[in-house]
């Protein structure tokens, strides 16, 4: 039982380059979400997912697109990164039936120049 | 909309010097506060959730408490193992969609001296 896994786990990008951050959990948890980690500024909301087939956005969602086509799987697609996407990337999966309780991922640490 | 904020940012104890930390939040309704430490270079792990005014948990060397407008958690006799970041979160009470949203404070950076 893997948990939450998130690849890659660091990632330098030039501004304007695009990519994809991957996150898989394996508990068959309905809810998934993405945050960023920025210094002094706790973790925000970027997007969440209820099920496959939706998703909304939350408090910084702008730059960022995700999909939602699989139960395990919760995507975060940056289409043309800027110096402000810089931050640590925390994907995490919960059920209510589990209290909501969130379990995170180990991170994506993303620099972009 | 939903606010965290914790005290003090960073906190530097002994070993075995008690302390406290503070979370005070503003939030329509709660649903759950959630405590978490975070290791460096790591995602947080869950420490506690804690519901209703009054209720308290424990583990280890910590203890969570909750009022209507704000959180404790208390270490006893802490250990350097104990160093970390401490984040605190709310969930809302909200119908729909946004069941699964937390709101974080910026933590407080723990460090323990042996």
């Known amino acids: 039982n893997a948990g939450v896994t998130q690849t890659p786990k660091f990632q330098v990008l030039k501004t304007g380059q695009s990519m994809t951050l991957q996150c898989a959990q394996d508990?068959?948890?309905?809810?998934m979400s993405w945050y960023r980690q920025d210094p002094g500024m706790g973790l925000r909301l970027i997007h969440y997912s209820v099920g496959a087939g939706i998703t909304d956005q939350g408090e910084v969602p702008n730059g960022y697109n995700v999909s939602r086509s699989t139960t395990e799987d919760f995507p975060l697609r940056l289409l043309s990164a800027a110096p402000s996407q810089t931050s640590v990337y925390f994907c995490?999966?919960?059920?209510?039936?589990?209290?909501?309780?969130?379990?995170f991922g180990a991170g994506t640490r993303l620099s972009v120049l | 909309e939903d606010q965290v904020t914790q005290s003090p940012e960073a906190l530097r104890l002994q070993e075995g010097e008690s302390s406290s930390l503070n979370c005070s939040y503003t939030v329509s309704g709660l649903r759950g506060l959630f405590w978490y430490r975070q290791d460096p270079g790591k995602g947080p792990e869950f420490l506690f959730t804690l519901y209703s005014a009054g209720e308290e948990k424990e583990k280890e060397r910590l203890k969570a408490t909750l009022t209507k407008k704000e959180s404790f958690l208390h270490i006893t006799a802490p250990k350097p193992e104990d160093s970390a970041t401490y984040l605190c979160a709310v969930q809302a009470l909200s119908g729909g969609t946004s069941y699964g949203k937390l709101t974080f404070g910026q933590g407080t950076i723990l460090t323990v001296h042996p």
């Open positions: 995490a999966s919960s059920t209510p039936t589990g209290g909501n309780i969130q379990y």
């Open positions: 508990m068959n948890h309905e809810y």
